[in-house]
C-alpha cells in the first residue's frame, strides 16, 4: 500500500488484497473492515487502488460535491466489448456517456414523468390484480408478478408498448440481461481489466470472447429490435408518445445517433426493471417478517383511503408512517448495498488522505439513514423501524447529527444518480401503498401447523441485490378490496388500449379472458 493512501487491511505481494476481495456480498465485509480500518479505508487489488468510504461526511464530500472528479467508472472490458461502450450505466466518463447522460436528464424529468403516471397506475392494477388471481400459484408467483410489472411499465413508458404476461416477452428480456450480468459477474471471464494483455488472446481459445460475441448479438436483436418497432409506428403515424419517440425526434438535438438511441433505451430497461422488483420484493419480506408494522400502516391506509377506491400519490401527503416505511426499506435492504462503483479522474485528498487517480471508489450503503459515523453503526440494518423516520428527518437517532445523510443516496451520487429516480419513486410509492391497501401479508404455515418464518438476511449476492424468492400468504384484505381491485383493473382497458400494440395471439386470449373475469 502506497504512503498516503487510506489504511486498510495487510496486502500480500502483488496480489495486494484481490486474494481477500468479498465478491459475493461485499457490504458485510466492508463494514466489518470499516469498523477496524475507519470510515474511509482502502484495498489493494494488484497495482489498483479501491476506496471505500462509509463515513457519510466522507460519502457527501467526495462523491457529491467532488463529483467532477469522481464520477468516472472503473473500466469494464467485457462491457464495452459487448456494448461497444454505450451501456450508460457502465460507460466511463466518456463523450458518448455525457450525451446519454444528457438525454437522460433531458427526457426523465420530474414534469415529464409525471405525465406517464397513469400508465404506471394501471400497471399497479393489474400488478394487484395478477396477486388476487394467483398469489401462489407457482410457490413463487408473487415474483413473477412484480417482474412483470416492474419491465412493463418502462417497457410502456419507454417504447409505448406493454408487456401483459410474464411467459411472452417478459421472461425473454430477463433471459438475455441474466447472461449479461452472469458474464459481468466477478470470476466469470479472466480479469482482462487488471491484466489487458489477456485482450489480445485469439477469439478461438477464448471462451469469453465468443460468448461476449453471442451476448452482443442477442442483445442487439431484442433491442434494435424494439427501436425498429417503435421507428415503424411512428411512421405509421400511430406514435403514443413514449419516451423513444420523444428522443427519436430530437436525436439530432441531443447529438445522438441509431446505434446510441437503441444502447440508451436498453439500458434503461435493464437498470430500470431489476432494481424496482428487487425493492418490491424487499418491500414485502418486510411486511412479512414485522407484522407490528404492517398493522400500523394497514391502520393508517384504512383510516385515509377507506374500501372503494384505490390509494394515489394524493393520498401518500396523508399518510406519514407510509411514507417512513418506504424510506425504512431503502435503509434496511437497499438495493445496492455498495453501490455502483465510481472512478476518479483525478487525484482527490480527504483529511490527509490520498485517492490516486484511476481509483475505484465504493460507498457502502448500509450506513444509510440511522447513524452519521460507523462508529455508530452497530445496529445497522438488524431492525425495519419505520418509526425512526418520524422522530428526525433522516432517521437519525435524536440527538445525533444526520444532515449529511440525503435521502436520495439509495440512488447513487453526484453525475452518476439514478436518472430513473422519478419515476423509480413513482413506482415504489404507488405499489406500496396499493399492496398494503389491497393484501394481508402473513408467513406461510408448515405441515406441522406453525408458521415458517422469513428469513430476511437471505438475499443474491452481488452489487445489485433482492431477496431470494421466499414463501409467504398474501390474502385480501375484505372481499369489498377484492371487488374494488377488478373493478379497477376493468377500468384501466382504455389506459392500456393505446400500449397493446402487436400483441400475438396467447396475449390476446389472455386479455379477453382476464376482461371477462373483470367484467
Ligand atoms: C428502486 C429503483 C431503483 C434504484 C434503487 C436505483 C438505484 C440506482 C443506483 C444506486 C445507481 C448508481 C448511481 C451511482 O453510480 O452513483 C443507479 C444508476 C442508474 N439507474 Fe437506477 N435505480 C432504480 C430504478 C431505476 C429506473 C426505473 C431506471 C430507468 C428508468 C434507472 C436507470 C438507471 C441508469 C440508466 C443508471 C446509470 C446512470 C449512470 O451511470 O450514469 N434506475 N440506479
Not at 462509509?54 to 473500466?75: F, G, I, N, Y
Not at 458518448?96 to 414523468?113: D, E, F, P, V, Y
Not at 440527538?399 to 445523510?405: E, K, M
Request: net charge neutral; proline share 7%.
Amino acid at each position: 500500500r502506497e504512503a498516503g493512501l487510506p489504511p486498510g487491511p495487510p496486502t500480500v505481494p502483488v496480489l495486494g488484497n484481490m486474494h481477500i476481495f468479498p465478491t459475493k456480498s461485499p457490504h458485510s465485509k466492508f463494514t466489518e473492515w470499516a469498523r477496524k480500518y475507519g470510515g474511509m479505508f482502502s484495498l489493494k487489488i494488484g497495482p489498483g487502488t479501491v476506496v471505500v468510504l462509509t463515513d457519510v461526511a466522507a460519502v457527501k464530500e467526495l462523491m457529491d460535491k467532488r463529483s467532477a472528479t469522481t464520477s468516472d467508472r472503473p473500466p469494464t472490458h467485457i462491457a464495452d466489448r459487448i456494448t461497444g461502450g454505450f451501456h450508460m450505466g457502465l460507460a466511463r466518463s466518456t463523450s458518448a456517456w455525457k450525451i446519454l447522460r444528457k438525454t437522460s436528464g433531458a427526457i426523465l424529468t420530474a414534469q415529464a414523468t409525471a405525465q406517464h403516471l397513469p400508465i404506471q397506475q394501471a400497471e399497479a392494477t393489474q400488478l394487484l390484480y395478477d396477486i388476487l388471481g394467483s398469489p401462489q400459484a407457482s410457490p413463487f408467483s408473487f415474483y413473477t408478478h412484480i417482474s412483470r410489472y416492474s419491465y412493463s411499465v418502462i417497457l410502456s413508458v419507454l417504447y409505448g408498448k406493454r408487456a401483459r404476461r410474464y411467459n411472452t416477452e417478459v421472461s425473454g428480456f430477463f433471459t438475455v440481461m441474466h447472461e449479461f450480468n452472469a458474464i459481468l459477474s466477478p470470476g466469470a471471464t479472466p480479469p482482462v481489466d487488471a491484466m489487458p494483455i489477456l485482450e489480445f488472446i485469439p477469439e478461438r481459445w477464448a471462451q469469453w470472447k465468443r460468448d461476449s460475441r453471442r451476448i452482443r448479438n442477442l442483445q442487439r436483436t431484442l433491442y434494435f429490435g424494439m427501436m425498429e418497432e417503435t421507428r415503424a409506428r411512428m411512421h405509421r403515424g400511430e406514435g403514443n408518445g413514449c419516451y423513444m419517440e420523444e428522443v427519436v425526434g430530437r436525436e439530432k438535438e441531443l447529438g445522438m445517433d441509431d446505434e446510441m438511441t437503441s444502447y440508451f433505451g436498453s439500458a434503461l430497461l435493464e437498470t430500470g426493471s431489476e432494481t424496482t422488483s428487487s425493492y418490491l420484493q424487499s418491500f414485502i419480506l418486510a411486511l412479512v417478517a414485522y407484522p407490528e408494522a404492517q398493522k400500523k400502516a394497514h391502520e393508517e391506509i384504512d383510516r385515509v383511503v377507506g374500501e372503494d377506491r384505490l390509494p394515489t400519490l394524493v393520498d401518500l401527503e396523508r399518510m406519514p408512517y407510509i411514507r417512513a416505511m418506504i424510506l425504512e426499506t431503502h435503509r434496511f435492504r437497499p438495493v445496492t448495498p455498495v453501490g455502483i462503483p465510481h472512478s476518479t479522474l483525478a487525484e482527490e485528498e480527504y483529511q490527509g488522505y490520498i485517492i490516486p487517480k484511476g481509483a475505484t471508489i465504493f460507498a457502502n450503503l448500509s450506513f444509510q439513514g440511522a447513524f452519521s459515523t460507523i462508529q455508530r453503526s452497530s445496529m445497522i440494518q438488524k431492525n425495519f423501524i419505520p418509526g425512526r423516520y418520524m422522530l428526525t428527518k433522516n432517521g437519525t437517532k435524536p440527538g445525533i447529527d444526520g444532515s449529511d445523510l440525503k435521502a436520495t443516496f439509495p440512488f447513487g451520487f453526484g453525475r452518476r444518480k439514478c436518472p430513473g429516480m422519478h419515476l423509480a419513486c413513482n413506482s415504489i410509492n404507488i405499489n406500496a401503498m396499493n399492496l398494503l391497501w389491497a393484501f394481508d401479508f402473513e408467513p406461510e404455515i408448515g405441515a406441522d401447523g406453525n408458521s415458517i418464518a422469513v428469513d430476511t438476511a437471505a438475499y443474491v449476492a452481488g452489487i445489485a441485490t433482492a431477496p431470494l424468492p421466499f414463501k409467504c400468504r398474501i390474502t385480501p384484505r375484505s372481499p369489498g378490496k377484492a371487488k374494488t381491485i377488478e373493478r379497477e383493473f376493468l377500468a384501466a382497458a382504455d389506459t392500456f388500449a393505446k400500449f397493446e400494440v402487436g400483441l400475438g395471439e396467447g396475449d390476446e386470449e389472455y386479455a379477453a379472458i382476464s376482461r371477462a373475469y373483470a367484467g
